[in-house]
């Protein structure tokens, strides 16, 4: 595909509900990264991939939060039991290598409201 | 550990006037700094690196590692500048991305 991929765009769902975010990063790229950025507010680091090495889950806010990640290939954030402060927008990134002089290509995130 | 700081959460300045926006950062290393945008419905994306050396839309960024920052800065503001500029920061390979929390710009006419 020509960039980073969200799905989906937009997701309303009910207190309590557990919803599962998906993305799709550039092909070839080892890091991934999921952010969160509520209104008005800045990135919030969620969780972090690279390669196969053990996922950077330092920013998970609780352990109703969770991603999985298969290969270098799609990634999914699960929220479980979703609460009303979980509504924010869902920002997810690749990047060929992670370091020094590379660039991380941000999707168009997934909006989730809670109702 | 490593950390980012923009201290502005929202600078508001007028058309043709300097902007400077302000990032710190905390790390023993040698760093490799960016800077990020995001206009109003559109995606977040690079808009320049320090390695680079590049002015971009008329912004620069020069790499202060006595006073470990690195200001974004543009002599002339545009109302097209209106938007959200993040700071980066990132170290050796395997290290992820370290982002500040954001200013907004705001140019007003």
Same mark, same amino acid.
């Given at each position: 595909g020509a960039g980073v991929s969200q799905s989906p765009s937009n997701k309303v769902t009910e207190k309590g509900k557990d919803v599962e975010l998906r993305c799709d990063p550039? $092909?070839?790229?080892t890091a991934l990264y999921w952010y969160r950025q509520r209104l008005g507010q800045g990135l919030e680091f969620l969780i972090y991939f690279q390669g #196969? $090495?053990? !996922? %950077?889950? $330092?920013?998970? !806010? $609780? %352990?109703r939060f969770s991603a999985e990640r298969t290969g270098e290939s799609v990634s999914t954030l699960t929220i479980q039991r979703? =609460? =009303?402060? %979980? &509504?924010a927008v869902y920002l997810c990134a690749s990047s060929l290598? &992670?370091?020094? #002089?590379t660039e991380a290509f941000f999707g168009q995130g997934t909006r989730l409201t809670v109702v | 550990a490593q950390r980012v700081t923009q201290p502005e959460k929202l600078l508001s300045v007028f058309k043709g006037a300097p902007v400077e926006l302000k990032c710190n950062y905390s790390y023993s290393g040698s760093p490799e700094l960016f800077w990020y945008v995001q206009y109003s419905r559109q995606r977040l994306q690079l808009l320049l690196r320090h390695i680079s050396r590049e002015s971009i839309k008329g912004f620069t960024a020069d790499l202060n590692k006595g006073e470990t920052s690195f200001h974004l800065k543009k002599p002339f503001a545009q109302e097209e500048d209106s938007a959200m500029y993040y700071c980066a920061l990132s170290m050796e390979y395997g290290n992820k991305l370290v982002f500040g929390a954001g200013t907004i710009l705001r140019v007003k006419s």
């Open positions: 550039i $092909s070839g790229h #196969n $090495s053990a !996922p %950077d889950k $330092s920013g998970l !806010p $609780s %352990d979703t =609460q =009303q402060e %979980d &509504s290598l &992670s370091g020094w #002089n | -």
